[in-house]
C-alpha cells in the first residue's frame, strides 16, 4: 500500500514533469484521452456531475460524513466503474465479438495491460478516499 | 463515522442508486439474471448495512465475477491451441499411400477435426489413434499451454491482480466495519466457489 510520504513524493515529483517534449509525442499524448477518455478528470466530465452528486448524498444521508469527503468518494467511486466499463467493452470487441485468434489475442492483453495502469490508479485513489471518510 | 452498526438494518440500494449503478458491465454470454442473482446471494451474506458497506459488497462480488470471467478467458485460450496443435497432429492419422494421404489431408482433416470438437465418442476415438502415434492427451494439453504461454501468464497477472484488490477491499471493509470483513471473508467460500459451481453446472446441463 503507497505511504502518505510516497503519495506526497509522487505528487511532488509529478510538478516537476513536463511530459512529453518532441512535438511528434505532445501530439501522441494529446490524443491519449481522447482514444478512452479516462485520462479525463471525471470531476471535469459533466456526464457524471448529477450521479456523483447523488451517490455523495446516499454516502452521506444520515452520517456525519462531510458532504466534500462524500463527493471525494463517490467520484473515486464512479471512477472505478467507468474503467470497469471500458474493461468489459475491451474484452467484447477483442475477444467475445470475434473469432479466437492469438493476434486478437495478443490485441487485447495489450489494451489491458495499459488499462491496467488507470485502473490501479483508481483503486488507491478510492481506497484513499475511504480512508478519508473514515477520518471524519 | 457510520462504522459498526445493528445487523438488523440491512442496507438496500435505493431505486436511485441503482439506476446510478447502471446496466452491470457484462459481456459475451454472461446473462443479466445470473449476475444479479450472484450479487443477491453475495449481499445477503455480508448484509452490508450501511451505503459505503453496500457499495464494497457490490465492487467485492464484481471482482469476484471478474476472476470467473478471466477463468472462462484461459480456458478458452487453452481450447484454442489445444485445437491448433490437434489440427497440425491429425495429420499425421492420414491412411498409408501418397494417394490415400493428400485427400486425407484434403478432405478429412477438418472434418475430423470437427468431430473431434463436437463429438466425444469421435473425439476418444481420435485421441487413441493420436497416442498410439505417441501424441497422448496430457501431452497435446502440454504443447497447448507452451503456444499459450505469454498470453495465459498475463491472464494469469490479471487475475492475480483483481484478488488483490479483492483482498484489499476485505482490508478496507474490516477498517470501515469489522462485521463487513468478517461477513465478505466467510462469502468468499461459502457463496462465492459454491454459486459459480452451480453456474458451471447449469450451464453444462
Redesign the interface.
Known amino acids: ?1 503507497t505511504s502518505d510520504q510516497q503519495i506526497a513524493a509522487n505528487q511532488n515529483n509529478a510538478q516537476k514533469s513536463t511530459g512529453p517534449r518532441s512535438k511528434a509525442g505532445r501530439e501522441v499524448s494529446s490524443r491519449n484521452s481522447v482514444r478512452h477518455r479516462l485520462a479525463i478528470d471525471i470531476r471535469s466530465d459533466p456526464a457524471f456531475y448529477d ?1 456523483i452528486e ?2 455523495a448524498d ?2 452521506s ?5 462531510v458532504r466534500t469527503r462524500a463527493r471525494e ?1 463517490a467520484e473515486a ?2 471512477n ?2 467507468r474503467i ?2 471500458v ?3 475491451l ?2 470487441k477483442h ?2 465479438a470475434t473469432a ?1 485468434s ?1 493476434d486478437g ?2 490485441e487485447l ?1 495489450e489494451n ?2 495499459k488499462l ?1 495502469r488507470y ?2 490508479r483508481a ?1 488507491s485513489r478510492r ?1 484513499r478516499a ?2 478519508a ?2 477520518g ?1 | 463515522m457510520s462504522g459498526a452498526t445493528s445487523e438488523v438494518a440491512v442496507f438496500k440500494p435505493t431505486n436511485e442508486l441503482s439506476r446510478i449503478f447502471g446496466e452491470p458491465a457484462l459481456v459475451g454470454q454472461e446473462k443479466r439474471e445470473t449476475y444479479d442473482e450472484f450479487l443477491l446471494s453475495i449481499a445477503l451474506a455480508i448484509k452490508p448495512t450501511d451505503a459505503i458497506g453496500g457499495l464494497l459488497t457490490r465492487n467485492y462480488a464484481n471482482l469476484a465475477w471478474d476472476i470467473e470471467r478471466e477463468r472462462s478467458i484461459m480456458a478458452g485460450v487453452v481450447k484454442y491451441y489445444q485445437k491448433e496443435v490437434v489440427r497440425e497432429l491429425i495429420k499425421e492419422l492420414a491412411p498409408a499411400g501418397q494417394f490415400g494421404a493428400a485427400l486425407y489431408r484434403i478432405f478429412q482433416v477438418d472434418d475430423n477435426l470437427t468431430l473431434w470438437e463436437t463429438d466425444p465418442e469421435a473425439r476418444a476415438k481420435i485421441e487413441t489413434a493420436l497416442a498410439e502415434k505417441g501424441h497422448t492427451a496430457s501431452a497435446i494439453l502440454a504443447q497447448a499451454y507452451m503456444r499459450g504461454g505469454a498470453q495465459i501468464d498475463t491472464i494469469n497477472r490479471r487475475m492475480a491482480g483483481y484478488e488483490r484488490r479483492r483482498d484489499a477491499i476485505l482490508k478496507e471493509a474490516g477498517l470501515w466495519n469489522e462485521h463487513l470483513r468478517r461477513r465478505m471473508e466467510q462469502a468468499t467460500t461459502a457463496i462465492i466457489d459454491g454459486e459459480f459451481t452451480e453456474a458451471t453446472a447449469d450451464e453444462g446441463q
Open positions: 500500500m450521479d447523488k451517490l446516499a454516502v444521508k444520515g452520517t456525519q460524513i468518494f467511486e464512479i472505478v466503474w470497469q466499463d474493461r468489459a467493452s474484452l467484447e475477444y467475445f479466437a492469438p489475442l495478443v492483453n489491458l495491460v491496467e485502473e490501479r483503486f481506497n475511504l480512508r471518510l473514515r471524519v
